[in-house]
């Protein structure tokens, strides 16, 4: 059984990368995504075919797949939240 973030992802219901390798890899694409969000308009996201449930399911992809962090699920969260906003 897992636990959940504070925006509700749910975290260790299964096998998980963990270690060096697999934190960089879940702080670079967490990174990558805040940095996109934070230059692109929800017209460019349109225009390009990236709409927000495009990010919303990467970040999920993260979130599930790598042991993050307290600090990394609460940036998942805040980026989350900035899509639905």
């Known amino acids: ?3 959940m973030s504070k925006g509700g992802l ?3 219901a299964s096998p998980k990368s963990s270690g060096a390798h697999s934190h960089k890899l879940a702080h670079d694409d967490i ?7 934070g230059r692109l308009s929800a017209q460019d ?4 075919g990236l709409p927000p449930s495009y990010w919303r399911k990467r970040l999920r992809d993260i979130a599930q797949s790598h042991q993050l ?17």
């Open 69 to 85: 962090s307290k600090g990394q699920l609460g940036e998942i969260d805040r980026l989350i939240g900035s899509l639905e906003a």
């Open 45 to 48: 996201m349109k225009e390009l």
């Open 1 to 3: 059984m897992g636990i």
């Open 31 to 37: 990174r990558h995504i805040s940095s996109m969000l």
């Open 10 to 12: 749910q975290v260790g």
